[in-house]
């Protein structure tokens, strides 16, 4: 353990990131909240969170829904209702279960999403625009690391899985 590698600079780093992280979750909820009211005035930012993991996902069942949003099916199952009102979504029977059905985006959903996003699609990229394209990738491979719950393995780019 080097001087600059004790448990107290560490707890320093840690801190310090974590209150960057709160600054940037405080940015990207104003971001929801803005886009899930461009996609329908008075959607909820949960609605839209629902909304953009089923397009995220293609196709995906309620019940593999709820569980990747560790969510209750009951309240995705509401959620998704009023999605599918809105046009956003559809239903499909699910070839490989007939008990169940596929959610996805519908055409008009996806084009509402797009358009919605729009006004800041570019802030992140004009954020970037001075960085290397290494250390993007760099930054998307610890981050993926950190939310997996994995050590990085140092020199992989992003989209390598980290080690467990």
Do not use: C
């Not at 104003?30 to 993991?53: D, Q």
């Amino acid at each position: 353990m080097t001087a600059d590698d004790t448990r107290e600079a560490r707890t320093v780093a840690v801190r310090a990131l974590e209150a960057e992280f709160g600054e940037l979750i405080n940015r990207f909820r104003r971001i929801i909240s803005e886009n899930a009211n461009r996609v329908s005035p008075g959607m909820l930012p949960g609605a839209y969170k629902v909304f953009t993991t089923i397009v995220r996902r293609e196709s995906v069942t309620l019940s593999a829904l709820a569980e990747s949003l560790g969510a209750d099916k009951g309240q995705i199952s509401r959620t998704v209702r009023e999605l599918e009102q809105l046009g956003l979504i559809e239903r499909t029977p699910d070839p490989e279960d007939g008990r169940s059905s596929l959610l996805s985006p519908t055409a008009a959903g996806l084009e509402r999403l797009a358009a919605a996003r729009a006004p800041q699609e570019s802030t992140l990229v004009d954020a970037l625009e001075a960085w290397p394209i290494e250390d993007i990738r760099n930054l998307s491979r610890l981050l993926h690391a950190l939310t997996a719950g994995e050590r990085p393995i140092p020199g992989a780019h992003a989209g390598t899985p980290s080690a467990p």
